[in-house]
């Protein structure tokens, strides 16, 4: 490795990343006596020390389900924001909506990653009815109750929008949330500013919003543009697969080059 590729993993800590870390973060969080809670809860009292443990599904829900299944195992809850508009996956897709179900299953919250941009947004109003939408159909489709939302790819215009709540949900980017409950988040597949395991190993404050997104996290270490292409290329065979698998049951023929 070259003083470079040193400086890079110094800096960003993008060596972490793995699925064993991320068990030895939920691990570290018990170890400081951190409470898991969900945005259900959030309004009632804690006297421990408490995280609102959350994911932004971005690239990969078979990544969230690995995810999902370390916390179960970990014996904790965390809740999942999904994107009806991901250009990544398809929540309307069988494959993917029994993702969601299975991670609900293991007692884990679903919540809306709401895509500010695919809307020309103009006033509150306007926010309100399309969250709202959104939030009838995901409630619909997995039979739960949302409880907040969160905005993907936040930009200096939707975080104006900062009030508490928008459409019925909590915004996770309220100025209120930003005020009583500090945060972490590895944004771009590295911790920018301080990382989580500091912050835990500190035990810096008592209330704690920690974002992570879970296409990052992976079997092994890798940058994090290798993170997303093996999200893409993981995603693309398996449609590949299900191609070949219908020609198959269907009794017709696979033709897989020219003659």
Known sequence: ????????????????????????????AKDKKYKFITYDEINTK??????????????????????????????????????????????????????????????????????????????????????????????????VKLRAFSFHNPSEYSLAFDKMKYGGLLNTYSKQFKKTIDYVSDSNGYWRYRTLAGVLENFEYRSLQVLTHPGWWQDKALPPRGRVARSIYGRANSIMCLYDKSLLISGRVNITKLI
């Open 1 to 28: 490795m070259t003083n470079s590729e040193n400086n890079i993993d110094k800096d960003f800590n993008i060596n972490s990343f793995t699925l064993s870390e991320y068990r030895s973060l939920i691990r570290l």
């Open 46 to 143: 804690h006297l421990s020390p408490y995280i609102l443990w959350r994911h932004d599904c971005d690239f990969s829900l078979n990544r969230a389900y690995k995810l999902a299944v370390i916390e179960r195992e970990e014996g904790i809850r965390s809740t999942y924001f999904v994107n009806m508009h991901c250009e990544f996956y398809n929540v309307f897709e069988k494959t993917q909506s029994e993702l969601i179900f299975k991670i609900l299953d293991m007692g884990h919250m679903l919540a809306l990653h709401f895509d500010f941009k695919y809307y020309d947004i103009l006033n509150e109003r306007q926010l309100d009815k399309f969250i709202q939408q959104e939030v009838v159909i995901l409630e619909m489709m997995f039979g």
